[in-house]
């Protein structure tokens, strides 16, 4: 079976800019969640999407903004990116809320 | 606030040595606690997880841990570390009931010399 992919697996922007990460979780979950892990840092929570509801959300400024859609993929967006948003960001899905997450190997971004 | 502290950032043993990765958490109602691995060049793995019932749970590869209510800890353990075992462990915290909201250690890095 696939596991949680996500795309693109490397990306460099500009500050300023804008950016989309896009992940498809395990077929039949329909929970996803977003982290973001800096160098030396575990990941950090970003949101968590069920049912294509927001179920929860970080400590991260408006700039960050997700979507689920109907086929349970989700969007990561970051506007007005900084160099401090330069991490790794993980994807994870599971079947609902109350089961074990499975993640993604991460879109590794790099803001210049 | 809620958190999860783990206490070595890196550790370096030997093969057949044993291993314990000490993991304290701080957060208010009942908690699911889970242990990750990041090994080189992969993505994150559940190495195992305790949702409720008997405190000592078995995860893959001989790891096991023990979730102590009264200290907030479950800390890792492994009676015989393999070079194979050289990874990155995250601990990490989910309110019962939703584990899309895990809080994460800032990890323990494992070098296991042959």
């Known amino acids: 079976d696939a596991g949680v992919t996500q795309s693109p697996t490397h990306l460099i922007k500009t500050r300023g800019q804008h950016v989309t990460l896009r992940c498809s979780p395990i077929?039949?979950?329909?929970?996803v969640s977003w982290y973001q892990q800096v160098l030396g840092q575990g990941p950090q929570f970003i949101f968590q999407y069920y049912e294509k509801e927001e179920r929860g959300r970080g400590n991260f400024p408006d700039r960050f903004s997700a979507r689920q859609f109907p086929n349970y993929s989700s969007e990561l967006n970051v506007n007005a990116l900084l160099l401090g948003d330069s991490a790794l960001y993980l994807c994870?899905?599971?079947?609902?809320?109350?089961?074990?997450?499975?993640f993604g190997p991460g879109t590794r971004l790099l803001v210049l | 606030a809620q958190s999860v502290s783990q206490h070595n950032h890196h550790v370096i043993l030997s093969e057949a040595a044993s291993l314990e990765l000490g993991c304290n958490y701080s957060y208010g109602g009942t908690v699911n606690l889970f242990w990750y691995v990041q090994y080189p060049g992969q993505h994150l793995q559940l190495l195992l997880k305790y949702f409720s019932g008997d405190p000592l749970v078995k995860g893959i590869k001989g790891f096991e841990a023990e979730f102590i209510k009264s200290k907030f800890s479950f800390n890792l353990r492994k009676p015989s570390v393999q070079w194979s075992d050289t990874a990155e462990y995250f601990c990490a915290v989910s309110p019962a009931g939703n584990t899309g909201k895990l809080i994460f250690g800032q990890g323990t890095t494992l070098q296991v010399k042959p």
């Open positions: 077929s039949g979950h329909k929970s």
């Open positions: 994870a899905s599971s079947f609902n809320m109350g089961e074990t997450q499975y």
